[in-house]
């Protein structure tokens, strides 16, 4: 008789594995915040840089897209587009390497790339 029971045994530990990860997973609706993971100044540079040109379907909550700046849909950002993010107009004449008063998505990663390469030499 204790055979028998080996196989239900068995089958309700691996029922139990394999619901153990949806057990774990986030609520995407939850009200609770999360510190951002530390990563090296490489790593953040690259996401920076395609977060600028990237399209997100679903943004984080309280995450600005490209898209959702450039109103007019033009590729690029006028002044009047960036006071939307108040990060980016402080230093939208910084980021505006050609002075013709927007700012491309490749000027924008460019200077994300500086900006990131001068923190990544203040720290050594």
């Known amino acids: 008789m204790k ?8 089958m309700i530990a691996l029922g139990v594995a394999l619901a153990m990860p949806m057990a774990f997973a986030q609520d995407p609706t939850s009200s609770t915040t999360q510190a951002p993971p530390t990563t090296d100044a490489a790593t953040t540079t690259q996401d920076y840089a395609q977060d600028a040109t990237a399209e997100a379907p679903q943004a984080q909550q309280g995450q ?4 959702d700046l450039d109103t007019d ?7 009047a587009e960036a006071a939307g993010l108040e990060g980016l107009a402080q230093v939208f004449s910084e980021v ?8 491309t998505p490749e000027e924008y990663r460019d200077f994300v790339n500086r900006q990131a390469a001068g923190a990544g030499a203040a720290e050594e």
């Open 96 to 103: 505006d390497a050609d002075g013709d008063g927007f700012i």
């Open 73 to 79: 849909g033009d590729g690029k950002l006028s002044q």
């Open 64 to 67: 600005v897209t490209w898209a």
């Open 3 to 10: 055979n028998a029971r080996k196989p239900l045994t068995a």
